[in-house]
């Protein structure tokens, strides 16, 4: 009867707080944490991009660019991306924005020291910076010695290299991957060479198509199949 009696307790006792409000006591804690995290890090960034709004400058992309780049990991939940010409940051925020509700990670690469200072501390201001590891350096140096692999790259450093930055990261990009070009226009005459356009669009490996409604950009996914 006494070890009935215990049981009985231990029963009515777990009942009582698996109906509680909240349930048992921490159970939740992880998750309710994790989505105030998120909530309190997209108020930041709101917040940081709204008090810059209009003032970036060095080559920087506008906003709805930043925002197809965002919407684009997003949805296809990329994770390892790659972002050649930092500038002073503002697409590397969309981008560690975007990383940092899929669990990724970004790496930016910039050859000018006074905008990969500036970028760091728009990094911190607009609390990304963990998400994202910053490179000073010559891209075309540098991306070669990357192993990869990407599921997503942002191109957006000196025009005449981008055949050759294409060039060196397909092969590192997995298939379903996206590869986005900046400044890209399909009525030619723009600061990126002519001939890109037509390469990329033809590529044998690459689905690609161009949204006009920023600074144009070549927006193109690695075919399945190819490695």
């Not at 070890?3 to 006792?13: D, P």
């Not at 909530?39 to 080559?59: N, P, Y």
């Not at 939940?77 to 669990?103: D, F, V």
């Amino acid at each position: 009867m006494r070890t009935s009696g215990i049981a009985s307790t231990f029963a009515i006792a777990a009942a009582l707080l698996l109906w509680a409000p909240g349930g048992l006591p921490g159970l939740d804690r992880p998750r309710v944490h994790a989505q105030s995290s998120e909530a309190e890090l997209d108020a930041r960034v709101r917040a940081f991009l709204e008090s810059r709004r209009g003032t970036w400058r060095d080559m920087n992309v506008p906003v709805v660019d930043g925002q197809t780049l965002h919407d684009l990991i997003v949805k296809h939940k990329y994770t390892r991306a790659l972002e050649i010409g930092t500038s002073t940051g503002h697409s590397a925020i969309w981008i560690a924005w975007a990383l940092s509700k899929t669990g990724g990670r970004l790496i930016t690469l910039e050859i000018d020291e006074r905008r990969h200072r500036q970028a760091l501390e728009n990094f911190r201001a607009a609390g990304v910076d963990r998400f994202i590891d910053a490179r000073l350096g010559d891209a075309h140096e540098i991306v070669p010695a990357l192993e990869g692999p990407f599921d997503f790259v942002f191109s957006d450093a000196d025009k005449n290299g981008y055949k050759n930055y294409l060039t060196a990261l397909l092969p590192k990009l997995v298939p379903g991957g996206c590869y986005v070009t900046h400044n890209v226009s399909p009525r030619g005459g723009g600061i990126t060479p002519d001939d890109y356009l037509p390469f990329v669009m033809n590529h044998p490996e690459l689905e690609t198509t161009v949204d006009t409604r920023g600074a144009g950009m070549s927006i193109s996914f690695k075919k399945a199949g190819n490695r």
